[in-house]
């Protein structure tokens, strides 16, 4: 490869696997050449590049790795990009405005999904510096909070997200695009004395490094310049639909939405490439996977241009153009790359004079064919073949060595680079997926292809906060006059699933919705009507009250009003489990021991940030488990924010100290999730967990009947079939009830 890499245009044939070393190879090829080490490396999706992030940090630990987001948003969307993301593309825009008058002494590698790289953006935005502050340095709060609002952030009065700054007195708390945590930054006189990481969740410091200096990046894509705002007042008049928000970006003030307008307000949109340093290469992965999402994205972006914008221009004296913001089509993002070297990543040969064809070779999928993966590593050790496993915790790389020699198969920890053809080598790397050399007589296997699934082990690097998941409902389970409840309009009534034409010209299409009844907004008219569609699900759940409700009027008070008395009622039931737990202090219990080294490994293999309150109800929950007292708790909280996890930590801490656990739950489909959760994050731990439902055979039920009684079975998730009369434990330690309120008073 490194004879070829000076060329401008080159195909590498690789399996998708191998595709961190191949980048890496060509960064080492380019390096030895003397030639510019930025190298663009297009993915098909976000994930994709996600992954790239964090194989490619492993490979080559002195190397820079710049992520730049996709919006969250289609271009011309009446809706703006998370701070966040604004935030981490402004960033990777600066910094490669840096790298085109400074080289770099190290590998740079730009990872952006194709959706990224061919949305243009404006014109400049990284000769912006960031807003940077040093402590010990003299700064006027007042031009301190300008300059924040002309960075787009918003001022409120307690900060609680990312783009938001506060200010009492002599602090100023500030959330930074692109800061793991909010500052808070004090001031004696105008002297900065401190600056601290808190949390937003309690508004209290952290106890994190020192921080002396701070860069503030902006909240928005669009800066509202002198030159954009004379812009924005000049169109108020042409465009009147548009006019509230012209006038306040007129006015300077940040809006909701105004990146969608940033075609007409800035000086010039450009394509990504234009960031580029001078002969920085352009690696595209899966190019036909990409050129396939190209396609789509740019039928999707036009689709809603003329269905949105037509509409929002109608009345105007000229329709509103807003083409050199949208997604340009995959040709003219490759012919805009002519002067970058060109390298393709795929794993489908095409013949061509500039294809590279590594010779690598895709692990089996053990789960769909015959031979068992500790046979074909045997297969592969009487071959002469050196084989590396890598996994991404340290933990299941020791119960995988002891898993692997207790199969007779040789193996050892990695501990040096050293080939060893007579044992498996595991070692810790976040690879996703493996390859073979055949020629080079290596395999590299990782934990999805030796288990067949990853497990939920993540780097406490990559952990992110969790997003809300929607229970979202099932139309077809549906009937009409079944009761639902909006998430912004209240309860309604289900009326039934249609489909609607919308979209003109050419671009019309077919589109389902949900039909949903409210009360109506003046007395003795037609009920009012919303149409949901059938993609924003997540804004319903089914109503599980157990009378009849009143419907809700969109747009009025009812609803806020019937949330704030639910409120009240919970308080209420607080009080009454205070008193009850205060009478139940008085019974006597098993105490569970301390947490266990396999506890800690389990629950820092959670993929998400702990919410605050999420760690203190982990922590009363153990110390109420190790308690003399027997606890009886109730956790209460809406859907997604965590309290499955809590449960599986203390079912986890049960089953250390020997005793059995059961879950009992409402439905059968809560046993399949519930199972599927727990199994996963179960992984690689002895722990025997089973299911009791309809949906298991008779010889399944018997089993675990069995395996309960005889101690087999560590832990049981059902539902109504656990109070059966023939289900028996053999220690039974911990019960824990999902969805309490759909059981009769007869079974809790």
Not at 1 to 27: D, H, Y
Not at 344 to 357: R, V
Not at 437 to 464: C, M, W
Not at 493 to 520: C, D, K, M, T, W
Request: glycine share 6%; charged share 25%.
């Amino acid at each position: 490869m490194e004879s070829s890499i000076t060329n401008q245009k080159l195909r590498v044939i690789s399996p998708q696997g191998a595709n961190p070393f191949v980048i890496n190879l060509i960064a080492s090829a380019r390096a030895a050449k003397k030639l510019v080490p930025v190298q663009l490396v297009v993915t098909a999706t976000g994930r994709e590049a996600e992954e790239l992030s964090e194989a490619l940090s492993e490979l080559d630990p002195d190397c820079e790795v710049l992520e730049f987001p996709s919006w969250e948003t289609l271009p011309h969307e009446r809706l703006s990009p998370s701070p966040e993301t604004v935030g981490k593309r402004v960033r990777v825009l600066q910094r490669l405005h840096q790298l085109q008058s400074s080289k770099a002494e190290h590998n740079v590698y730009v990872l952006a999904s194709i959706r990224a790289t061919l949305q243009p953006v404006v014109d400049g935005l990284g000769e912006h510096p960031a807003l940077k502050l040093k402590m010990g340095e003299d700064y006027l709060l007042p031009e301190l909070n300008l300059k924040l609002v002309e960075l787009a952030y918003e001022r409120v009065d307690m900060v609680t997200r990312r783009g938001e700054f506060a200010t009492r007195g002599g602090i100023l708390d500030i959330f930074p695009t692109t800061a793991e945590h909010a500052v808070r930054l004090e001031f004696f006189g105008d002297e900065l004395e401190e600056i601290r990481p808190f949390s937003v969740s309690d508004q209290r410091s952290l106890k994190t490094e020192v921080v002396t200096e701070l860069e503030i990046f902006p909240a928005r894509e669009v800066i509202i310049t002198p030159a954009v705002a004379a812009k924005a007042r000049e169109m108020q008049h042409e465009f009147p639909n548009l006019s509230t928000m012209l006038s306040k970006i007129a006015e300077g003030i940040p809006v909701e939405g105004m990146e969608s307008l940033a075609p007409v307000l800035v000086n010039k949109m450009v394509p990504f490439s234009n960031y580029l340093p001078k002969d920085a290469a352009v690696t595209i992965i899966g190019p036909e996977k990409a050129a396939a999402r190209a396609a789509s994205l740019v039928e999707t972006n036009e689709e809603f241009l003329h269905a949105a914008w037509d509409a929002a221009a109608e009345g105007a004296k000229a329709p509103i153009d807003l083409s050199a913001g949208g997604f340009l089509p995959i040709k003219t993002f490759l012919d805009g790359l002519k002067g970058h070297p060109q390298i393709d990543i795929s794993q489908l040969p095409s013949g061509a004079e500039d294809e590279i064809n590594l010779s690598l070779l895709d692990i089996p999928n053990f789960t769909i064919v015959e031979t068992k993966v500790d046979q074909w590593l045997e297969d592969q050790l009487k071959a002469d073949q050196t084989i590396f496993i890598v996994v991404p915790g340290h933990g299941t790389a020791e119960r995988l060595v002891e898993k692997l020699n207790s199969q007779n198969i040789p193996a050892r920890l990695f501990e040096s680079p050293e080939e060893d053809k007579n044992q498996v080598v595991v070692g810790q790397a976040s690879f996703r997926k493996g390859f073979a050399a055949p020629e080079s007589k290596l395999i590299v296997l990782t934990e999805a292809d030796y288990y067949g699934k990853n497990s939920s082990y993540v780097s406490p690097k990559a952990r992110k906060l969790a997003a809300r998941r929607g229970a979202a409902v099932d139309p077809l389970t549906l009937k009409r006059g079944d009761y639902v409840v909006h998430e912004i309009h209240g309860i309604g009534r289900f009326l039934e699933l249609i489909s609607r034409r919308s979209g003109v010209g050419g671009n019309q299409h077919e589109r389902e919705y949900l039909l949903v009844e409210y009360a109506p907004s003046k007395r003795g008219q037609a009920n009012d009507t919303l149409y949901v569609p059938t993609d924003h699900l997540d804004l319903l759940t089914r109503y599980v009250g157990g009378e009849a409700p009143v419907l809700s009027r969109m747009g009025g008070s009812d609803w806020s009003n019937q949330k704030g008395r639910a409120r009240k009622a919970v308080r209420k039931i607080a009080i009454d489990l205070v008193k009850l737990y205060s009478a139940r202090m008085q019974a006597k219990g098993y105490s569970f021991g301390p947490d266990t080294p396999w506890q800690r490994e389990m629950e820092e293999a959670f993929p998400f940030v702990e919410t605050q309150d999420q760690l203190t109800t982990i922590d009363e929950v153990k110390r109420d488990m190790e308690s003399s007292v027997p606890m009886d708790r109730l956790l209460a909280g809406d859907v997604g924010f965590g309290k499955t996890e809590v449960a599986v930590r203390a079912a986890f801490k049960a089953i250390q100290d020997g005793k059995q656990v059961a879950m009992l739950v409402p439905t059968t489909l809560l046993v399949r999730q519930h199972t599927d959760t727990i199994e996963a994050r179960f992984e690689g731990f002895p722990i025997n967990v089973r299911s009791l439902s309809r949906f298991q055979t008779e010889k399944e039920v018997k089993s675990t009947i069995q395996g309960l009684l005889e101690g087999s079975v560590d832990m049981v998730i059902g539902t109504h079939r656990l109070l059966s009369g023939n289900v028996k434990f053999k220690n039974l330690g911990l019960i824990i009830v999902d969805e309490e309120q759909r059981f009769g008073v007869e079974h809790t």
